[in-house]
């Protein structure tokens, strides 16, 4: 986020001082586009600019200018840049762009999304650069968006906005627990370094949820255990009330599942490091192995990608294993799922195939028809990129199930499997790894 501010600020000087920039003939940009995943702080960051330049802030959403009245997207679009010109200097902001500026379509289902679009392009092209008037758009989908729009002279200038580092996290701790009651013990240096990958918005829920179950429990003050709770209903959804279903064959297959994944993230190497295992119900999942990767990661390698395709496969390896071939259960729907979506990502767009080789195949799932997906791939190379992605899942469960069998009389899979425990945290297991 600092290399964020830091991008910005020449903006937010620019709307204090513009007569400082066309003394000396320097023109800015006439748009910013924030890029980020959802829940960085892009919308307060464009506020923070409107704030600190103390210039009138123009909100809106891409998808706000057809929700009245469908066609009226493009007179709307006009309407906000005439007040804006009025108000000059100002900003306006554009949230979710992609939902307005996505690339333009020729068919019947969006037949006035290119209208808004044309309109917006022509009002960024109608203005002056020094006419005081700034568009800030956000969007987490910057390959969606309409090439036109990401052109000179329109949104060139990119600032991308990152999750938070551990330093950020530890900042946004303090931002958000100075705002509660809370123990002297709480610490926001841990809180961060349990926290990886976590949003500026995740970190907020964090807090605020924490507080909510202090208030419940009638504690005087918010403690790290109501912290604690807080961060794996982030991570994993809030638990079920009343605990463990009350059946208990599902919640038998529930922890043998559970505890194929535990034992494969142990005894895989490069798997991102175990935090918790639970069989109480959360969100649509009936169970739920958690991982917390112990530093921010920047990029994956090729190992980290196929342990965590093999921690993925565990589950169902676990259920065939212990209930044969005919009981295995839905359950494995989602592990299955995001794990297609890896493989098919490690083949067509990672270059992490031998047999397929390093050309990127991705741009052959986009069309300019909303309708019908174009391809230049001849028959034989797109079998060829299938079956290498049906064989990357097959090789990932094989090795999950080699685990599985070599290891399914251990300890750890005994304590994450048995017992009738409903939560194991990470710490019991670790030890049990021979990568700890």
Same mark, same amino acid.
Do not use: C, W
């Given at each position: 986020m600092d290399e964020a501010k830091q991008e910005v600020e020449e903006i937010v000087d620019y709307l204090r001082d513009p007569?400082?920039?066309?003394?000396l003939g320097g023109r800015l940009p006439k748009g910013v586009l924030l890029v980020g995943p959802p829940g960085t702080g892009k919308t307060l960051l464009a506020?923070?600019?409107?704030?600190?330049?103390? !210039?009138? +802030? +123009?909100?809106?959403?891409?998808s706000e200018f057809d929700e009245v009245l469908v066609g009226q997207g493009a007179r709307r679009v006009r309407d906000l840049f005439d007040?804006?010109?009025?108000r000059a200097p100002c900003i306006i902001f554009i949230d979710e762009i992609d939902s307005v500026g996505s690339k333009r379509v020729s068919n019947s289902i969006h037949p006035y999304a290119n209208q808004t679009i044309n309109q917006l392009l022509s009002e960024m092209d109608g203005f002056n650069r020094n006419e005081g008037v700034i568009v800030i758009a956000a969007t987490n989908r910057v390959d969606d968006l309409d090439k036109a729009l990401l052109r000179p002279g329109r949104f060139d200038v990119r600032v991308t906005v990152p999750k938070p580092d551990l330093a950020g996290r530890v900042d946004i701790f303090n931002f958000y627990l100075?705002?509660? !009651?809370?123990?002297?013990?709480?610490?926001?240096k841990t809180l961060a370094k349990g926290s990886t990958g976590f949003t500026g918005a995740d970190i907020?829920?964090?807090?605020?949820?924490?507080?909510l179950k202090a208030a419940t429990e009638s504690a005087p003050e918010v403690t790290m255990a109501h912290l604690d709770e807080a961060r794996d209903r982030v991570l994993m959804g809030p638990a079920r009330t009343g605990g463990r279903i009350p059946d208990e064959e599902a919640n038998r297959n529930t922890a043998y599942h559970e505890a194929g994944h535990t034992l494969v993230s142990l005894y895989t190497k490069h798997a991102t490091p175990l935090h918790k295992v639970t069989i109480i119900p959360r969100g649509q999942s009936l169970g739920h192995t958690a991982m917390l990767p112990e530093k921010d990661e920047y990029q994956m390698t090729k190992g980290q990608i196929l342990a965590a395709l093999d921690v993925m496969m565990g589950g169902r390896v676990a259920e065939e294993l212990i209930f044969g071939d005919d009981m295995v259960t839905t359950g494995a729907a989602d592990d299955l799922k995001k794990a297609s979506q890896l493989a098919v990502q490690m083949v067509k767009a990672f270059g992490m195939s031998e047999k397929v080789g390093l050309r990127d195949f991705t741009a052959e799932d986009s069309s300019t028809s909303a309708l019908i997906k174009m391809s230049d791939l001849s028959p034989h190379t797109?079998?060829?990129?299938?079956?290498?992605i049906n064989q990357v899942l097959a090789d990932s469960y094989q090795r999950a199930k080699e685990i599985l069998v070599k290891h399914r009389s251990s300890e750890a899979y005994n304590i994450a499997s048995g017992g009738g425990v409903e939560d194991v945290e990470a710490v019991e297991l670790r030890t049990l790894s021979p990568f700890h």
């Open positions: 007569e400082k920039y066309s003394r506020r923070a600019i409107a704030g600190e330049a103390q !210039v009138p +802030f +123009f909100h809106t959403s891409g007040k804006a010109k009025s100075g705002k509660i !009651v809370h123990s002297p013990l709480v610490d926001p907020e829920n964090m807090v605020n949820q924490a507080a797109a079998e060829a990129i299938d079956r290498e």
